[in-house]
């Protein structure tokens, strides 16, 4: 009898943790890549850190959603290869980065944080202005985000655990 989670309480699990850190700590990017790393075993610490200027619609100016930049490093930390001559590699991992952002596309009907919080919250709010910031928080933005970020994170798992599947992960699993 394994004591291992099924598939289905794994992606449940990373879902989960990545909502409840947005929800206290924020920082969109790094709570979806944090759970993954956890329980996939992809990447060290270093590599959340590094994440966390992306955020906000890369460091809250509204553009790409810090959950799809935490799913795509995510991606990365699983397909690609340390051996930066490896084109075949490089070019393996765009074809899973495309795909991933395709799917988060189709998920969540956008890619921009701004486009994102339109659709959810009425309007977007720029973190960037106190006075924004404030509305965003009374409009329910982090109720709405740490959904989102929960989904993104539960999204990107799944996929590598595809790709683990196809064989296509050069990244060891812990799974």
Do not use: W
Not at 19 to 45: D, F, M, T, W
Not at 147 to 158: C, F, H, I, N, T
Request: net charge negative; with cysteine.
């Amino acid at each position: 009898m394994s004591t291992s989670p099924s598939r289905e309480e794994l992606l449940q699990t990373i879902e989960d943790e990545a909502c409840a850190l947005e929800k206290e700590y924020h920082g969109c990017s790094r709570c979806v890549l944090i759970p993954i790393q956890k329980h996939l075993g992809l990447g060290n610490s270093q590599v959340a850190l590094a994440s966390t200027p992306l955020a906000g619609g890369i460091a809250l100016t509204g553009d790409t959603c810090g959950a799809l930049l935490g799913g795509l490093l995510a991606v990365g930390l699983a397909a690609a290869d340390e051996d930066v001559e490896n084109s075949q590699a490089f070019l393996d991992t765009m074809g899973s980065g495309f795909r991933f952002l395709r799917r988060f596309r189709k998920e969540f009907g956008a890619t921009t944080c701004r486009d994102l919080q339109t659709a959810r919250l009425g309007a977007y709010y720029s973190m960037a202005k106190p006075e924004e910031y404030e509305e965003f928080v009374k409009a329910g933005g982090y109720a709405v985000c740490s959904q989102l970020v929960g989904k993104a994170s539960r999204l990107a798992a799944e996929f590598i655990l595809e790709l683990n599947d196809k064989g296509t992960v050069r990244a060891p699993l812990s799974i």
